[in-house]
């Protein structure tokens, strides 16, 4: 098991390159360039079709292949894996600070402050998807929990998580009794819009960035709230506990025995993946009927999306437990030291391509189309993060995030070591 506490601690400061957790900045790295292949879906089309795929957009041939695979293998499970990392972060961070005498709280809370004024600017002035004011509010939260023993921290996890997914199951039982005007509302703002809300929907899109603003600020609003209440506080909090059980564990530091690992990916592959499949074949086979797809169907992905979790980290650990592909854990280990950036470059990039403030290609690349855009970030992450992190310590918003965080400049280049002085020859 890891002790958090027995890490190597320098300061109370930020982490040092040498303090790192390789196998965690993998992973990390793995997760956040898998975000980016369902993020594109809500970057690219109107925002029911990443609920809905037959809302918008050609499903067929290889778009539908693409839109398939990623059900499979990406929806839900990124995002969650980004939760546990998160959560074994706090634990992590607030270890380490307490370990060398100080208090955690002040710094802890004035990160996840600066972590919500952050979503709010991404949230509000660029896209809606933001997750970061998510991850501050159930930061805050999760801080409290730091001590608990890893079962609990999983049991407890994995029973928040659950709150969602009830309160799903009951609006399915009580939708029948909701008022037309309600149902009929909620069909076009979220599942299938009318003609004339899809035409509203692609023209603001393509306006100018004022033009999106108001718009913009209103489906934030409700992200905010409505969709914290009902989904994503319950979820990202209750991963975080899981974060920081499987992080005490061992499991994130590839310290678990290799198969352990090797259950993971067994229980993904040939247990999460046909829960999955069938669930897309019971959507399918119920015409993506609001009520039925998205309250119920939408379980089946709910639940063995986790399982799929298990598949994606016992295939990283265990790559890092033997030291395969070095190459490649070196990029994808500095594409996850630099995740804040390559999350908000995602928007940046993503929004200009799309958004009438740049290119104003909303609503008109395919899904194959998108995915090919993907891979080109991908690439591009992939070569820039280890050129970047050679040079300097931290990426652009991670120096700006911990600056404010600890309330002074973070040196920003790495220093050069100075030359070795040979010692002088005996007589």
């Given at each position: 098991?890891?002790?958090?506490?027995?890490?190597?601690?320098?300061?109370?400061?930020?982490?040092?390159?040498?303090?790192?957790?390789?196998?965690?900045?993998?992973?990390?790295?793995?997760?956040?360039?898998?975000?980016?292949?369902?993020?594109?879906?809500?970057?690219?089309?109107?925002?029911?079709?990443?609920?809905?795929?037959?809302?918008?957009?050609?499903?067929?041939?290889?778009?539908?292949?693409?839109?398939?695979?990623?059900?499979?293998?990406?929806?839900?499970?990124?995002?969650?894996?980004?939760?546990?990392?998160?959560?074994?972060?706090?634990?992590?961070?607030?270890?380490?600070?307490?370990a060398s005498g100080r208090r955690s709280g002040p710094i802890h809370y004035r990160r996840?402050?600066?972590?919500?004024?952050?979503?709010?600017?991404?949230?509000?002035?660029?896209?809606?998807?933001?997750?970061?004011?998510?991850?501050?509010?159930?930061?805050?939260?999760?801080?409290?929990?730091?001590?608990?023993?890893?079962?609990?921290?999983?049991?407890?996890?994995?029973?928040?998580?659950?709150?969602?997914?009830?309160?799903?199951?009951?609006?399915?039982?009580?939708?029948?009794?909701?008022?037309?005007?309600?149902?009929?509302?909620?069909?076009?703002?979220?599942?299938?819009?009318?003609?004339?809300?899809?035409?509203?929907?692609?023209?603001?899109?393509?306006?100018?960035?004022?033009?999106?603003?108001?718009?913009?600020?209103?489906?934030?609003?409700?992200?905010?709230?409505?969709?914290?209440?009902?989904?994503?506080?319950?979820?990202?909090?209750?991963?975080?506990?899981?974060?920081?059980?499987?992080?005490?564990?061992?499991?994130?530091?590839?310290?678990?025995p290799a198969r352990v690992y090797g259950w993971f990916i067994g229980l993904g592959l040939?247990?999460?993946?046909?829960?999955?499949?069938?669930?897309?074949?019971?959507?399918?086979?119920?015409?993506?009927?609001?009520?039925?797809?998205?309250?119920?169907?939408?379980?089946?992905?709910?639940?063995?999306?986790?399982?799929?979790?298990?598949?994606?980290?016992?295939?990283?650990?265990?790559?890092?437990?033997?030291?395969?592909?070095?190459?490649?854990?070196?990029?994808?280990?500095?594409?996850?030291?630099?995740?804040?950036?390559?999350?908000?470059t995602h928007t940046i990039v993503c929004t200009f391509l799309f958004y009438g403030w740049?290119?104003?290609?909303?609503?008109?690349?395919?899904?194959?189309?998108?995915?090919?855009?993907?891979?080109?970030?991908?690439?591009?992450?992939?070569?820039?993060?280890?050129?970047?992190?050679?040079?300097?310590?931290?990426?652009?918003?991670?120096?700006?995030?911990?600056?404010?965080?600890?309330?002074?400049?973070?040196?920003?280049?790495?220093?050069?070591?100075?030359?070795?002085?040979?010692?002088?020859?005996?007589?």
């Amino acid at each position: 098991m890891t002790n958090p506490a027995a890490l190597p601690v320098v300061s109370a400061g930020p982490v040092t390159a040498k303090e790192r957790i390789q196998s965690i900045d993998v992973m990390r790295g793995v997760a956040l360039l898998g975000i980016l292949a369902m993020n594109i879906q809500d970057f690219s089309m109107i925002g029911q079709a990443y609920l809905n795929p037959t809302a918008y957009g050609d499903l067929h041939g290889l778009n539908y292949a693409v839109w398939y695979v990623c059900m499979l293998f990406a929806d839900l499970k990124f995002m969650s894996i980004f939760s546990m990392l998160f959560g074994a972060g706090v634990l992590l961070m607030t270890s380490r600070i307490e370990a060398s005498g100080r208090r955690s709280g002040p710094i802890h809370y004035r990160r996840m402050g600066w972590l919500a004024l952050f979503g709010c600017l991404h949230g509000y002035l660029l896209w809606t998807g933001d997750i970061l004011f998510t991850y501050a509010l159930s930061g805050m939260v999760a801080y409290l929990s730091r001590k608990w023993r890893p079962r609990t921290l999983i049991i407890s996890g994995l029973l928040f998580t659950a709150v969602s997914s009830a309160l799903f199951v009951g609006s399915y039982v009580s939708m029948p009794y909701w008022p037309k005007k309600s149902v009929d509302q909620m069909r076009e703002t979220m599942w299938m819009p009318s003609q004339a809300d899809l035409a509203k929907d692609l023209a603001v899109h393509r306006a100018g960035w004022l033009g999106e603003e108001k718009a913009r600020a209103i489906e934030n609003l409700g992200n905010q709230i409505q969709g914290n209440i009902f989904l994503a506080f319950w979820r990202a909090y209750g991963l975080m506990l899981v974060g920081m059980g499987l992080f005490k564990l061992g499991v994130f530091s590839a310290r678990a025995p290799a198969r352990v690992y090797g259950w993971f990916i067994g229980l993904g592959l040939f247990v999460g993946i046909p829960i999955i499949a069938f669930g897309v074949h019971e959507e399918f086979s119920h015409h993506w009927d609001l009520r039925q797809s998205f309250f119920l169907d939408f379980q089946y992905n709910y639940w063995a999306s986790y399982l799929v979790c298990l598949f994606w980290i016992g295939l990283v650990m265990l790559i890092c437990q033997k030291e395969w592909l070095p190459g490649v854990r070196r990029r994808l280990g500095a594409v996850g030291r630099m995740a804040f950036t390559n999350y908000l470059t995602h928007t940046i990039v993503c929004t200009f391509l799309f958004y009438g403030w740049g290119l104003g290609f909303f609503g008109k690349v395919s899904r194959a189309g998108q995915f090919g855009i993907v891979l080109a970030i991908w690439t591009a992450q992939l070569i820039i993060s280890p050129w970047w992190l050679d040079h300097f310590q931290f990426g652009p918003f991670e120096w700006i995030w911990r600056s404010l965080t600890y309330w002074r400049l973070q040196p920003m280049r790495k220093q050069l070591a100075a030359p070795a002085i040979p010692a002088p020859a005996e007589a």
